[in-house]
């Protein structure tokens, strides 16, 4: 496939630079004689392949002309002479944008405005197809959004009800097990009196110890008493 160069006066309406040395051909394609410039049946090409090649006499491509460049220069052209006062520009503009059109159809005596309304309906036709697809885009992102908040909404009551099934197994556990409060406390207090009976078998452990000594302490004195009374009676 070979590249050609862009048309010097594609998205444009007049020529500055280097490019002035194509103005013939520019002016060509306001004037009657666009045909000339572009070929015989440039329409057909352009509406079945979408592009037209302009070639110079030594045979080579100068630059590609597409449907767009081509609508773009003849609806911003202002150079002089002015393209729409032409009945062969407006050809080009109603074949583009309205398919076949028979040569009785050109009616040069039709003036200026009837073109310009045909045009405009066109070009009003386009924005307002742009315009739905544009809403239509719209409304799928807004309905994006919608799912989006609305699945993040679902996540967030799930984790909530988990938090209230939680917190109502908590306070059932507590309810069931308030009656065993009361025995925390008596066993509390049996504890409390494990401690004071150990603390009184220490004690007794200690009497005894006392009481074995006294004990030990009246055989001695008996013993003493009977040993002074046989030195006594002797």
Not at 41 to 67: A, P, S
Not at 76 to 92: F, L
Not at 193 to 200: A, F, I, S
């Amino acid at each position: 496939t070979t590249t050609s160069p862009t048309p010097p006066w594609c998205g444009c309406g007049g020529l500055s630079g280097s490019d002035r040395h194509h103005s013939g051909g520019f002016r060509r394609l306001t004037t009657p004689g666009v045909e000339g410039r572009l070929g015989k049946d440039y329409l057909k090409r352009i509406k079945q392949y979408g592009f037209t090649d302009v070639v110079n006499r030594k045979g080579n491509i100068e630059y590609r002309v597409t449907e767009e460049s081509l609508m773009d220069h003849l609806t911003s052209n202002t150079d002089g002479g002015g393209g729409w006062a032409s009945v062969s520009v407006v050809a080009v503009v109603v074949v583009l944008y309205m398919g076949e059109a028979r040569d009785d159809e050109w009616d040069e005596g039709s003036g200026r405005s009837d073109w310009d309304k045909m045009i405009h309906t066109q070009c009003n036709a386009r924005y307002e197809k742009l315009e739905k697809e544009s809403q239509t885009k719209i409304s799928e992102l807004e309905e994006c959004v919608r799912i989006k908040d609305r699945q993040h909404i679902i996540r967030a009551s799930d984790d909530f009800i988990i938090f209230e099934n939680l917190r109502a197994q908590v306070q059932e556990l507590q309810s069931e097990n308030e009656h065993l409060k009361s025995k925390v406390v008596d066993c509390t207090m049996c504890q409390n009196l494990e401690v004071q009976v150990e603390e009184l078998r220490s004690v007794n452990e200690s009497l005894n110890l006392l009481v074995e000594k006294l004990y030990k302490a009246r055989v001695l004195a008996e013993v003493t008493l009977r040993e002074r009374d046989e030195l006594i009676s002797a």
